[in-house]
């Protein structure tokens, strides 16, 4: 199984983009991850908030392929400890499926079109993040998972 992120909007804070490369790295140990990410709108400001998400969302959906499963990080999602969210991710990985897709939306959050073809949505917090931030945080928490599937020290109960 390959796992990819789709994220709109590019990293330009350099301690996070650097955070984010790190984890990308230590994570690609255990399984191939990409971060797929999905230009800023161009002329976005003179834009609804509407239409920047039906034209982000024709982005993301144009980033998908049959048969992937999609989860949105999304702050009505359900929320999961790291170790019920690696048990979610070794299921998949069982489970005979060949990409698992999350998708970090823009600063709106996502067409109705998208959360028609989304699978399942997950929160990270009550709380809101910069979208840079949720990249660094979220891949991260595959790094964990993997680590928890291995039995490996850096989660600790």
């Given at each position: 199984?390959?796992?990819?992120?789709?994220a709109?909007?590019?990293?330009?804070?350099?301690?996070?983009?650097?955070?984010?490369?790190?984890?990308?790295?230590?994570?690609?140990?255990?399984?191939?991850?990409?971060l797929?990410?999905?230009?800023?709108?161009?002329?976005?400001?003179?834009?609804?908030?509407?239409?920047?998400?039906?034209?982000?969302?024709?982005?993301?959906?144009?980033?998908?392929?049959?048969?992937?499963?999609?989860?949105?990080?999304?702050?009505?999602?359900?929320?999961?400890?790291?170790?019920?969210?690696?048990?979610?991710?070794?299921?998949?990985?069982?489970?005979?499926?060949?990409?698992?897709?999350?998708?970090?939306?823009?600063?709106?959050?996502?067409?109705?079109?998208?959360?028609?073809?989304?699978?399942?949505?997950?929160?990270?917090?009550?709380?809101?993040?910069?979208?840079?931030?949720?990249?660094?945080?979220?891949?991260?928490?595959i790094?964990?998972?993997?680590?928890?599937?291995?039995?490996?020290?850096?989660?600790?109960?």
């Amino acid at each position: 199984m390959k796992i990819t992120i789709i994220a709109v909007g590019k990293t330009s804070t350099h301690y996070i983009r650097e955070g984010v490369d790190t984890f990308m790295q230590r994570v690609g140990h255990y399984i191939p991850v990409t971060l797929e990410v999905i230009p800023d709108l161009k002329s976005a400001r003179a834009l609804t908030a509407s239409e920047q998400k039906r034209r982000e969302g024709e982005l993301i959906l144009r980033a998908l392929q049959p048969g992937d499963r999609v989860v949105l990080l999304d702050e009505r999602g359900r929320m999961l400890t790291s170790v019920k969210f690696s048990d979610m991710i070794a299921r998949h990985m069982s489970s005979g499926l060949k990409r698992l897709v999350f998708v970090i939306g823009g600063p709106y959050g996502f067409s109705p079109e998208v959360y028609d073809r989304a699978d399942d949505k997950l929160s990270l917090s009550q709380m809101t993040f910069t979208h840079e931030m949720i990249r660094l945080f979220f891949i991260e928490q595959i790094y964990r998972a993997m680590t928890i599937m291995r039995g490996e020290p850096y989660h600790h109960e």
